[in-house]
């Protein structure tokens, strides 16, 4: 009769030992995760989309993508805890982590408290003209009308690096003024500009210019010289594509500009849903895939890198540490980045 009261009682402790573990859990996982984005039509949009519905799909925490006109926009909103999770340009991520050019006035000099999830695929860019322009490469350029006077300073750089890529000046193109990426495809669709601003191969605003007018993303100049006038303006390097699925725009193989894409969280965020949210991405990585086709690129061995630019979160680097990919040089990079903002 003790022994069996003893085991009653044991599993009875069991039972409330395991009760309160998930409570615990439970509790340190915020009920919805949003996630900022740049406007629907960006292939940013299409990555938070994906992390959205993959983290969704196999966590305990429901998510929303909240499309913004980018992190000029939603960064404010990381220290209100109203945003999550980000998608954005490793620039953006270091500015706004070290409180850097429009980030300086927007964070009140502090930086705003963002740590590292995950490097997603690269973002390969390029400006897009329509197919029967007679526009062929940057240098053509001259005297056209571009979109531009962008509204994040990231995507200002990246257009003025691709015109210098190519040895044009601000001055010496007629800008027309757009507010996002999406738009400036979109004013090359009504025949308001000759070339859109920079813009990223997989936009789904892309499909369109092909369907109405062809489509045709203008091919980077890989020669050192080129590469370093483009280089001085926006920080990324020279990308090999080739025509394919989700590559609409790419007539033959070529260069374009390419950058790393992060996701981030607010360094607040728990330790444990930001496991949560690199464990689900990581073993689910071929949902991602499925999403959009150049997600496919997205695999694990992307996720950790020793080029990060801003800190990981510490919720991933113990998921990191579990596969095996947190090193030691890692390690003190993840001291250095911390000790910027000490």
């Not at 999770?85 to 705003?112: I, M, P, Q, R």
Request: net charge positive; hydrophobic share 40%; with cysteine.
């Amino acid at each position: 009769m003790i022994m069996k009261k003893i085991l009653i009682l044991g599993f009875a402790i069991g039972v409330l030992f395991s009760w309160s573990v998930k409570v615990t859990m439970a509790q340190q996982l915020p009920p919805i995760l949003n996630v900022g984005t740049h406007p629907v039509g960006s292939f940013f949009n299409v990555v938070g989309t994906a992390v959205a519905t993959v983290v969704g799909r196999h966590t305990a925490m429901k998510t929303t993508v909240k499309p913004m006109a980018g992190p000029s926009a939603w960064y404010p909103l990381i220290k209100t805890q109203e945003i999550d999770l980000g998608v954005l340009n490793n620039w953006d991520a270091e500015k706004g982590y070290l409180g850097e050019s429009v980030y300086g006035k927007l964070s009140e000099g502090k930086g705003f408290r963002v740590r590292l999830i995950a490097i997603s695929v690269n973002n390969a860019i390029g400006l897009a003209v329509a197919a029967d322009s007679g526009i062929y490469r940057y240098s053509d350029l001259k005297g056209k009308r571009v979109a531009g006077n962008l509204p994040t300073p990231s995507l200002q750089l990246q257009t003025e690096a691709l015109l210098l890529n190519g040895g044009v000046s601000w001055s010496e193109i007629k800008v027309i003024p757009v507010s996002s990426v999406a738009e400036g495809v979109k004013v090359v669709i009504e025949g308001r500009s000759d070339s859109s601003a920079t813009c990223t191969i997989g936009m789904p605003i892309i499909e369109e210019l092909q369907a109405k007018k062809g489509a045709r993303i203008l091919p980077l100049d890989p020669s050192p010289e080129a590469v370093k006038r483009t280089k001085e303006k926006f920080p990324g390097y020279p990308f090999k594509v080739t025509p394919g699925p989700g590559k609409t725009g790419v007539e033959k193989e070529q260069y374009l500009w390419a950058y790393d894409i992060y996701l981030i969280g607010r360094e607040d965020l728990p330790d444990e849903a930001a496991y949560q949210v690199v464990k689900a991405l990581w073993e689910n990585h071929k949902d991602l895939g499925s999403i959009h086709v150049l997600l496919k690129d997205w695999t694990p061995d992307k996720f950790a890198t020793k080029e990060a630019l801003i800190p990981y979160h510490s919720g991933t680097i113990k998921f990191y540490k579990e596969r095996g990919v947190w090193t030691s040089e890692m390690a003190k990079l993840q001291e250095s980045l911390l000790a910027k903002k000490k």
